[in-house]
């Protein structure tokens, strides 16, 4: 009988430990360091150039505004060259590595071909643009984080690039990849 009293008694301290426990002073020994706290005293100043996390912000409100813009980035070597970069990361995945929609998904999903007249020359640069930062029907967005399911990977001057890419050099290297394809196909015939 004794013992049974004391394991009750045990067992009614045990749980009214954690709570005690918490308001005696050795509880905060590992807090109370010199450390500086969160929220404490004078909050360090950004770093120069430094961005929010959402991304830098972009100007227009919708891919309709955004279609009027005028390319601010000069289509020059390295503008194509970023931007072919940012291609082959953000765009291949679905539209394909030449821009035909010869990805394995392409098909499935609709993309479509970026190499065809409807997108080199009946869409404004603005709008591809605009296309990038918001999304399309399917297509998510690079440029809005939440807009079509979509993130801010790309800055509105990378979006540009990819624009650059698009327009000045996707279909010459669309072309430059089937000649070299077919110089494999004629080399592995003749063997
Ligand atoms: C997850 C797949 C996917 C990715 C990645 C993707 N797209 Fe698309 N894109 C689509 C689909 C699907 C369509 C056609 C349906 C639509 O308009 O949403 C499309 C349509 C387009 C159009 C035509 C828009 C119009 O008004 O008809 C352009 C231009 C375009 N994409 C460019 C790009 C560029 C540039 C990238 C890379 C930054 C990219 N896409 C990345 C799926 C994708």
């Given at each position: 009988m004794k013992t049974m009293k004391k394991t009750l008694t045990a067992l009614a301290l045990t749980s009214v430990m954690p709570t005690a426990a918490l308001a005696?002073?050795?509880?905060?020994d590992m807090m109370n360091q010199p450390s500086i706290k969160p929220q404490e005293g004078t909050p360090y100043p950004f770093p120069e150039r430094s961005v929010p996390v959402t991304g830098e912000p972009t100007q227009v409100a919708s891919r309709e505004e955004a279609e009027?813009?005028?390319?601010?980035?000069?289509?020059?070597e390295a503008s194509i060259k970023t931007g072919r970069t940012l291609y082959k990361i953000y765009?291949?995945?679905?539209?394909g590595l030449t821009g035909q929609?010869?990805?394995?998904v392409a098909l499935k999903i609709g993309a479509?071909?970026?190499?065809?007249?409807?997108?080199?020359?009946?869409?404004?640069e603005g709008w591809l643009w605009g296309t990038i930062t918001f999304g399309s029907a399917i297509m998510p967005a690079y440029?809005?984080?939440?807009?079509?399911?979509?993130?801010?990977?790309?800055t509105p001057v990378e979006r540009w690039h990819v624009v650059n890419y698009i327009k000045h050099a996707l279909v010459k290297d669309a072309e430059e990849a089937a000649a070299r394809a077919q110089q494999a196909a004629a080399t592995v015939n003749q063997n």
């Open positions: 005696w002073p050795w509880s905060t009027g813009l005028k390319n601010p980035v000069p289509a020059d765009c291949a995945a679905c539209h929609a010869d990805s394995p479509i071909s970026l190499v065809d007249e409807y997108v080199q020359e009946t869409l404004s440029g809005k984080p939440g807009e079509q399911g979509g993130s801010n990977d790309l």
